[in-house]
Structures are given as structure tokens and as C-alpha cells.
């Protein structure tokens, strides 16, 4: 069965610091990763997509990378500033099965002044 | 472009009511999708399609129906509402690279 799961549930840092974001998934025959970031009450906004001919995408602040064979992904947010605190899913799209997104839990991220 | 947009945004629903979830997309995209996201989880998927007049079922398709006359809608019809459908609802539509773009969501309680 293919499962994403994201560690840690939640993660409080002070503002200023690097963090990375985990996320695993059980099957190696992922077609692409993407991260999202999601604000209290509100949709899911696109922040990363890393296909699977790639290593890692990066955006401002932002670096995701994919390891295929160790079934990982991580986000990694460089200066971390209050305005980042949200949820951060990432989701994987998987070869063989129907199209679907399959998505971790999110990780709860705050950041204090 | 509006991107991804669904009516309503909030919605309280007696137990045995039916309704309707507005989503539309003006990307001309052909995969559009239907999840719910219960607090503390990931998304489910309820229903997807592939284009105009082809759907089909996701992991959690009971209670609901979709219909997809027009690349641009893709409405999600709850029957017979229950406590279990209390939930926030997500469309999303896809673009050719995989990458899914989602509305702002309905916030459904059932009571």
C-alpha cells in the first residue's frame, strides 16, 4: 500500500533558524513529490513540485529534495521568518493505480519572534 | 485568471439533507479532483476525472456523486447527509505536468 508520512506532527523554532521538513513514503515508484503549504482555514497553496528525473527543486527560501531509493523528501527552509508558520504537506504521485495524489498529515510549523 | 473556485464557503447541513459542491476551474485543465480533509489528517480522495464525462471513484466515494458535463465544473453532490460527512472540501484541478492547483474550500457540518 502506498503511504506518505510526515515527521515531526508539529515543530515550534525561533525565528532566524534553518529547518528541514521530513516526509516518507513506502513505494519507490513515485512519478513526482510536491509540497504544499497551508494557512489556517484556508486551501493548499503549490509551493514545490520535484519530478522523479530529479534531485531536488528550490524556490526563494525554499530547497526540496527526493531520494527515490530511500523513499525520502525533505523541505528545507533557509531564515525562517513568523510569516511561515503554517502546515506543510507534501504529497506523492505514484506510477501504476489510478491519477491521485497521495498525502502525509502535514507538519504544523510554527515560528516565534 | 480566478484558478481553482468553490461555492459555498461554508455550509450547515441537517442530517438526511443532500447539496451540492460548486468547483470550477478556468485553466482548461483536464484532471480535476475531489478531497476531504478531516482535522489533524492528510487528504482523501472522494472523486476524480479525467475530462468532460468520465469520473471515477477515489478511496472514500460513499455518499457522494460527481458529475463532469464541462472541462470548466466538476460539482460534488453529498445524498443523505451524516455526521461523517463533517468535513472540509477540497477541488483541485491538474495541470500537464502533475502539478494540482486546489480551491479554498467548503467547510460542511452536518448535524
Known amino acids: 500500500k502506498q503511504e506518505v508520512t510526515q515527521i515531526p506532527a508539529a515543530l515550534s523554532v525561533p525565528e532566524g533558524e534553518n529547518l528541514v521538513l521530513n516526509c516518507s513514503f513506502t513505494d519507490s515508484a513515485i512519478y513526482n513529490l510536491q509540497w504544499f503549504r497551508q494557512d489556517p482555514g484556508k486551501g493548499l497553496t503549490s509551493l514545490l513540485l520535484i519530478q522523479s528525473s530529479q534531485r531536488e527543486q528550490t524556490s526563494g527560501r525554499l530547497n526540496a529534495s527526493l531520494d527515490k531509493s530511500s523513499g525520502r523528501s525533505t523541505l528545507y527552509i533557509a531564515a525562517s521568518q513568523p510569516g511561515d508558520s503554517a502546515t506543510y504537506l507534501c504529497?506523492?504521485?505514484?506510477?501504476?493505480?489510478?491519477?491521485?495524489?497521495?498525502f502525509g498529515a502535514g507538519t504544523r510549523l510554527a515560528v516565534h519572534p | 485568471n480566478a484558478g481553482v473556485t468553490q461555492t459555498p464557503k461554508f455550509r450547515i447541513l441537517k442530517i438526511g439533507q443532500s447539496m451540492t459542491l460548486q468547483c470550477a476551474q478556468d485553466m482548461n485543465h483536464n484532471y480535476m479532483y475531489w478531497y476531504r480533509q478531516d482535522p489533524g489528517m492528510g487528504l482523501k480522495l472522494i472523486y476524480y476525472?479525467?475530462?468532460?464525462?468520465?469520473?471515477d471513484k477515489g478511496e472514500v466515494p460513499n455518499g457522494y456523486n460527481v458529475s463532469r458535463s464541462t472541462t470548466e465544473d466538476f460539482p460534488l453532490r453529498l445524498e443523505l447527509a451524516a455526521p461523517s460527512q463533517t468535513s472540509v472540501y477540497f477541488c483541485?484541478?491538474?495541470?500537464?505536468?502533475?502539478?494540482?492547483?486546489f480551491g479554498p474550500g467548503t467547510r460542511l457540518t452536518v448535524t
Open positions: 504529497a506523492g504521485f505514484f506510477s501504476g493505480g489510478y491519477n491521485k495524489l497521495i
Open positions: 483541485a484541478s491538474q495541470a500537464g505536468s502533475y502539478e494540482q492547483y
Open positions: 476525472s479525467v475530462g468532460a464525462g468520465i469520473t
